[in-house]
């Protein structure tokens, strides 16, 4: 069932879901607070939009074009009324498409930030997955992977333009062997935890093409208090 929500604490925002479907998650929270965007960013691309949580999000930091790439077609529904509902579609464009088979069509050195809050698990052959059904695809890394991701980015970003993702702390070598392979330099990485004596449980991490090498620990993100309650470090992103 379709349903229309508040986009947490954004002034008059709302976002369209479904109930048999996910809610956005605090992922889709982080990021859009986590990349950089300063006044030179004037496209980004969000891949894997779901229901545009992310790019409704950037539309309250920036001026910048953001298209959102959803290849569900329930889903991308569901991005294209949240844009609308919202009066943002003079700034947002939702597509449905394969970012495998779109990104071979567009222009080269032409976006300054992509975004992607993409599958988390990795499938192998003795995976037993319905390939085609939404859930699957959006937890597992069936359409679209890591290599996909940093592919795209290596032919899509403009020289020095970044990439952030979010992801699971236990791939981060692998994040970032993967993004030297297509020439993004990781730059920044920040660690999410959900209390303080707890593990990293969510990694936030950004690369740029060409990029010098270095790179900077972000100071960490505590989800929840010992109330179980958000942190100020949550609340902020609310308000």
Do not use: W
């Amino acid at each position: 069932m379709e349903v229309k929500n508040y986009l947490l604490g954004y002034d008059k925002m709302y976002i369209m879901q479904d109930t048999d479907m996910f809610n956005f998650s605090l992922d889709s929270v982080l990021l859009p607070n986590f990349v950089t965007l300063n006044s030179s960013v004037k496209k980004i691309m969000d891949i894997g939009c779901g229901n545009a949580p992310i790019p409704l999000i950037l539309s309250t930091k920036t001026k910048a074009n953001i298209i959102g790439v959803e290849i569900q077609k329930q889903v991308y529904d569901l991005a294209c009324k949240s844009v609308e509902i919202n009066n943002l579609t003079e700034q947002i464009t939702i597509l449905n498409e394969d970012v495998n088979r779109l990104y071979q069509n567009m222009e080269s050195d032409s976006l300054d930030v992509i975004t992607c809050n993409p599958p988390f698990f990795k499938v192998s052959d003795d995976s037993k997955l319905n390939k085609n059904d939404y859930k699957t695809i959006a937890r597992h890394e069936v359409k679209l992977n890591l290599d996909d991701i940093f592919k795209i980015a290596r032919k899509l970003l403009k020289n020095n333009g970044n990439i952030a993702i979010v992801h699971r702390p236990d791939r981060l070598i692998e994040i970032i062997d993967i993004m030297r392979k297509y020439n993004i330099e990781p730059k920044r990485v920040q660690f999410v935890y959900p209390k303080q004596d707890r593990d990293a449980n969510i990694l936030l991490i950004e690369g740029t093409k060409n990029g010098k090498s270095g790179i900077k620990i972000e100071p960490p993100i505590y989800t929840h208090g010992d109330d179980d309650q958000y942190t100020d470090q949550i609340k902020k992103y609310f308000e």
